[in-house]
């Protein structure tokens, strides 16, 4: 019997098609289980139904309520492994035939290879990217790493420059908007009026590539204009200047729209060519090879209940209306305004402002991990469910107490405007922690390690922040000041 290949939203370039019968559907009810970004809505919707313009009459195209309104009873379906474990269960329940998944550098069994040999060690990211750098060759002069360094963070993660607001880098390439994507908004228009689904965020142009063609236009670009400060940059935010010098690909690659193998080998080509800096390739194919990568593998390798049975910090406050609502516009802390107004406008914020900004106060003011969770898989274009448990349970909240990082992702004002220009407009001030001047993010330091005292003195990379707490002076009136602040 001929299969169809019934495809998934992160399925949708040509690494996932071999040439037969394929099957897209578009369920409503998937964009209708929890609030929704409106850019993150347009861009699956728009990427789906360009790729049914691009499969022609090979593609059997279905607009529904739910998968079961098509793939029910059918036995002909094949699948490439799907990226959640929701997923996996319903087509393993349906009977399809299933393929190993696609789409990053190292394959699963690969991964749990790895895993299996390392005799009890720590999963770490910088031994897995290592070791598939060796794997795989890339960045590599024969049994040593290019350039003579595995790591290059030490030139990379810059301040940014002094007096600038933007890189001054060209603007990126954008899409252009054609007649799927005004198709598109209107059916998200009407979605939204008769209240079946709930769009969270503004309306504005496609600003991610939708095609394999786009995405391959957006490497192009991002190669040609801002890969050689991307490391430099790498951790620095200016207000002016929303995308830096990053590459905007993590999008397509979760759509499955370009291979990511194909970004590594055309940065690793530049820095051949003499065209492109060490610290930079490296910097952005450690993200790609490694993080994207390893927080992929780790969502299989840590189990279904990782994101729903961790909460070592104890976090339950509930996300405040500002972070539901995407209302940078109410909150005073100019680093979180202009973080959260920007996933508001593009549904995309830079990994400093989702680490350092947005992360880091929702850590400070222990926000409900799982829910912090879901909130980001909503709210950002890139939000996938295998992306963010170890991101976000893991790395930002360390609500799995240490199995992703070793301490909590906590910093005060004094990073901030070390990386930033947010502090010098601020109403607050970073280096004050109590009065009506304290930056919340100075002083809310100081209350998350008195919160989180007792849960971390056993670990050694605390003693010395517990140290500075145990030495403050105003410790108490700190902790009750951000107890009882009100806005934010
Ligand atoms: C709290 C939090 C939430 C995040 N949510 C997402 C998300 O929803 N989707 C997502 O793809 N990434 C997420 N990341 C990782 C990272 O911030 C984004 O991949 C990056 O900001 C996307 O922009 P870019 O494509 O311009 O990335 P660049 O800075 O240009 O980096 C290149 C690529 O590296 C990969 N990458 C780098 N770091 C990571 C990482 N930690 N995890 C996975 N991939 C990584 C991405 O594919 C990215 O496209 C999150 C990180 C944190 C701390
Ligand atoms: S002073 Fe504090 S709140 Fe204001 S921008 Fe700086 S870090 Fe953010």
Redesign the pocket.
Known sequence: MERTRWIFAGQLGEQFDDGGRMLLVEAKSVLARAPIHRAKAHLILSAMRHRAAELGDRVEYHRVEKYGDVVAGRDDLEVIDPTSYGARAYVRRIGASILPSRGFVSSEGEFAAWAANRGGKRILLEDFYREVRVRTGVLMDGEGPAGGQWNYDHDNRQSPPKGAVSLGLPDPWWPEEDEIDAEVRRDLDRWQADGDIHLVGDDGPRRFAATGAEAELALRD?VESRLND?GPF?DATLTGDW?M???????P??LGLID?RH?IDTVEAEYRAGRAPIASVEG?IR??A???D???HLYWHLGEDYSTSNNALAATTPLPREFLELDGEAIEARCLSHSIGGVREHG????I???MV??NWALQRGYDPKQLNDW??GM?????PW??P???IG??QHADGGIVATKP?AAGGAYIKKMSDYCGGCRFKPTVRLGPDACPFTAGYWAFLDRVEPKLRGNHRMAQPLAGLRRLADREAVVLQEAERQGF
Not at 245 to 251: I, K, W
Not at 380 to 384: K, P, S
């Open positions: 991002f991307f790498e995308t010098a990053h590459s905007l690909l993590s999008a690659m979760n990511p970004v952005i993200q790609i490694g993080w994207r390893y927080v992929w995309w914020a830079h990994h402002q989702r680490l947005i992360g980001f898989v950002f274009v890139d939000g996938t992306v963010m170890a991101n976000v790395m930002s992702y």
